[in-house]
């Protein structure tokens, strides 16, 4: 069995370096992988123009399509253990939500659009970036603050989809009264991208991504007692509260970046740990958080593939694309859930 584990890690690995790959040498441009090689070398391509389209558009789409990947796998993963729900994924708590509404309020509101602001101080991007991050936190403040006062993850499951319904509300309300072009613009960034990631803003989006995924690292231990239930794991001398804090900061921190950067991105939260659990067939999190942290990784750089229609200078929404490896996986999975194993 350990051989047979092995073998999954050595064949993701591989397989997360060959999408890496793939993702720099293929796109609306066609580049040869040997000059991709060269430009990564420090070498001399064939066209000049080859190395910015690589360097300054395709690497930082490719690390944010593996980080962000990492990312919502990794903060589906604990939500589900953490609610002991197959169906949890990063916008149950509303924080995806939170983020939307920050962004709703820019663009709506203030009429704002992903080149300018109007009446803010922080123009463009960076602009959309700080609305959906501060959303997210704020969302993110509130379900830390119930989850102090409620002792049970089902309530504040559920108070976390009710914070959700109440922010889907508001942005129904500002898109009613805002104008077409407004609602357009705020449309166009629901649907998701890994392509709003410059390489100047890549460290930072990379260092918050790396933050949260070593944090959800270190809470391995206390992941596999409360596999067990609340209880059990107290008697193991975990304390439930605050590893439940740690849980919501680390996937708030994890949801909040990657929404802010790239936008809302369905299904690879919710649908990738399944994948996980199908290729190991347990659920320890000493083994089944790297290799969703991997698969996750691997499934998004898959979908940024996707997106490029061939022989067409044209992009599908992302939002477009992880349906159809999620939806299907999450169907398998309701189907068959008896034959699956979720919690000790």
């Known amino acids: 069995m350990n051989r ?7 064949i993701l690995l591989f397989l997360l370096v060959l999408l890496f790959l793939a993702n720099l040498a293929y796109g609306a441009v066609s580049i040869p992988l040997q000059s991709v090689v060269d430009i990564l070398t420090g070498g001399v391509p064939e066209r000049l123009s080859w190395q910015n389209i690589v360097l300054g558009s ?65 123009n463009g991007y960076p602009a959309i970036i700080l609305a959906a991050f501060v959303g997210a936190c704020a969302i993110l403040g509130l379900i830390l603050y119930f989850s102090s006062k409620v002792k049970s993850s089902v309530m504040l499951l559920i108070i976390g989809i009710m ?23 705020f449309v166009m960034w629901g649907l998701g991208n890994f392509s709003g990631v410059s390489l100047e803003v890549l460290p930072i989006f990379s260092i918050c991504s790396l933050s949260g995924l070593l944090l959800a690292i270190l809470l391995i231990k206390p992941l596999n007692a409360l596999l067990l239930g609340e209880m059990y794991a107290a008697n193991l001398g975990i304390k439930v509260k605050r590893t439940r804090a740690l849980i919501l900061i680390c996937t708030g921190l994890l949801a909040a970046t990657t929404t802010a950067f790239c936008g809302p991105i369905s299904f690879i939260g919710l649908a990738v740990p399944h994948m996980a659990r199908l290729l190991l067939g347990t659920s320890n999190h000493k083994m089944l958080l790297p290799v969703t942290l ?42 068959n859930r008896k034959n699956i194993q979720y919690f000790n």
């Open 294 to 335: 991997l698969t996750g990784a691997c499934v998004a750089m898959l979908c940024n593939l996707l997106m490029v229609l061939p022989g067409k200078n044209i992009l599908l929404p992302l939002n477009a694309v992880t349906p159809l490896i999620g939806a299907p996986v999450v169907i398998y999975v309701i189907i």
């Open 163 to 185: 914070i959700g319904y109440l922010a889907s509300s508001v942005i129904s309300i500002l898109n009613f009264y805002a104008s077409s072009d407004k609602v357009h613009a």
């Open 58 to 122: 395709r690497l930082p789409q490719a690390v944010t399509a593996l980080l962000a990947g990492a990312s919502l796998a990794v903060s589906g993963l604990m939500l589900q253990t953490l609610f002991r729900n197959p169906l949890a994924g990063p916008s149950i708590l509303g924080i995806s939500d939170g983020a939307n509404l920050g962004v709703a309020a820019v663009m709506l509101y203030f009429g704002g659009s992903l080149s300018r602001m109007a009446d803010l101080p922080v």
């Open 4 to 10: 047979q584990r092995e073998l999954i890690y050595f």
